[in-house]
């Protein structure tokens, strides 16, 4: 469990403080570890056991920006790699 979520050294002296912050990171783990396994990630160059760290800058940040192209917003993607417009294509028709 320790896939830099910060648990090795707890970020206040207040017990209260430390609780909410366990919770919420124990939250954000379980969303972390829900994704990994449903996303195809040797698409993405991660593996199974990536450090959260590693997501962040693989799947989260990355640019795009939405456009607004004959009547309806489509999501421009500015990545070279093809996994993206797998996990965001979207067909409504």
């Not at 994704?35 to 640019?63: E, W």
């Amino acid at each position: 469990m320790n896939n830099g979520f910060g648990w090795s050294r707890l970020p206040k002296s207040f017990m209260a403080e430390n609780t909410v912050f366990l919770l919420l990171t124990a939250l954000i783990h379980n969303f972390y570890k829900t994704i990994m396994s449903r996303l195809d990630t040797k698409a993405f160059g991660l593996k199974k056991t990536s450090r959260i760290k590693a997501f962040v800058f693989k799947f989260i940040s990355v640019p795009a920006k939405w456009v607004r192209t004959s009547r309806q917003y489509v999501l421009n993607i500015y990545s070279c790699n093809n996994a993206y417009a797998d996990v965001f294509q979207n067909d409504f028709g």
